[in-house]
């Protein structure tokens, strides 16, 4: 059963950056496109993010380009978010999801706050 573990979130000032990880486990990691998405309070989960198994096909929202990027380590079995000149609009829990096929798996989630 594939497992995903997020970690990174925290507390932040605006105009600040966090690097959030997501651990995977239960599967082959470099078969699956890796995403992040978000909910903020009182919305519904959002996509952010997307790549592909090798790397080289990235996918962005509108509201995150040029201010996150996101990337994997297939030797790590992890995806990460690097996200800079964050914005209180950017307050929300961040999840990791996993897709091969049919399947989608998601993490738990990490808190980000962000300060004005």
């Known amino acids: 059963q594939v497992q995903l573990v997020e970690s990174g979130g925290g507390l932040v000032q605006a105009g600040g950056s966090l690097r959030l990880s997501c651990a995977f486990s ?13 909910q903020a309070p009182g919305k519904e989960r959002a ?12 996918y962005y929202d509108d509201s995150v380009k040029g201010r996150f990027t996101i990337s994997r380590d297939n ?23 996993a897709q091969r096929g049919g399947n989608n798996y998601w993490g738990q989630g990490t808190q980000v706050t962000v300060s004005s």
């Open 75 to 97: 030797a790590k079995n992890t995806v990460y978010l690097r996200m800079n000149s964050l914005k209180p609009e950017d307050t929300a829990v961040y999840y990791c999801n």
């Open 47 to 58: 996509f952010v993010a997307t790549i592909n198994w090798s790397g080289d096909r990235l």
């Open 26 to 38: 239960g599967g082959t990691f470099s078969s699956y496109r890796m995403g992040w998405s978000r």
